[in-house]
């Protein structure tokens, strides 16, 4: 039977410490250590998505529980590269500072003014095209919250997605006259996407407007639609 010493205040080290033990092969938590990446993916998400509700709440006590969580995701990911000889939680933490340093120039280099975030992303990662800037947006955002990182990057390379109340409308008309399911989920897609474009030609982020439209029709005992 393992044990962990009693300490006043635990650290960043002790939860990656303790982390690695609840992985041990032999003596660990059973359900630890047979978890994979893919495994406890979604476990990721929603302790991020925990720690944005504590945000919303302005609950500063939960937000200091659900970054711990957080944490908890990272060391997890972290300790199971270490044991594939890959990389460890120390080379995370180096590889961030690095990045911190290296995109405030004006901060750390000695060079005047604010530079471009994202030129200097694109410019580290080797993105040369809009298509490496499209192909760099992850895939597991949200639809709506990914659909306006899509449009925001194709604007970079004036690549405009606009729409207006007309666009949305006939998009809203091919909803209605589809033939079938999958006539009606490309039509019900690009009635989305126009949406989302209308959004931020309004200055509106479109997940945001639409969780606080899910929040008041809830609220609303489901009458406000």
Request: contains cysteine; glycine residues 6%; proline residues 4%.
């Amino acid at each position: 039977m393992k044990t962990y010493p009693p300490k006043e205040t635990y650290t960043a080290e002790d939860l990656v410490a303790i982390i690695a033990l609840l992985r041990d092969p032999v003596q660990g938590c059973p359900w630890d250590k047979v978890q994979t990446h893919q495994s406890i993916r979604m476990n990721f998400l929603e302790e991020a998505y925990e720690a944005v509700d504590a945000i919303d709440l302005q609950d500063s006590h939960l937000l200091c529980e659900e970054l711990g969580d957080v944490m908890m995701q990272v060391a997890f990911h972290a300790q199971i590269e270490q044991e594939a000889g890959r990389f460890t939680w120390q080379d995370v933490c180096d590889g961030v500072c690095r990045k911190l340093i290296e995109r405030h120039p004006h901060i750390f280099g000695g060079e005047q003014g604010i530079k471009d975030w994202d030129a200097l992303k694109n410019k580290e990662k080797g993105r040369l095209t809009l298509q490496d800037d499209l192909d760099s947006v992850p895939n597991a955002l949200p639809a709506l919250m990914r659909a306006a990182k899509l449009q925001k990057r194709a604007a970079r390379y004036e690549k405009y997605c606009k729409a207006d109340a007309d666009t949305v409308s006939q998009a809203a008309r091919k909803v209605q006259a589809a033939a079938g399911p999958e006539e009606a989920e490309q039509a019900v897609g690009a009635l989305l996407f126009a949406a989302v474009a209308l959004a931020r030609q309004a200055g509106v982020d479109p997940e945001q407007a639409l969780q606080r439209q899910n929040c008041a029709f809830q609220q609303g005992g489901g009458t406000t639609l």
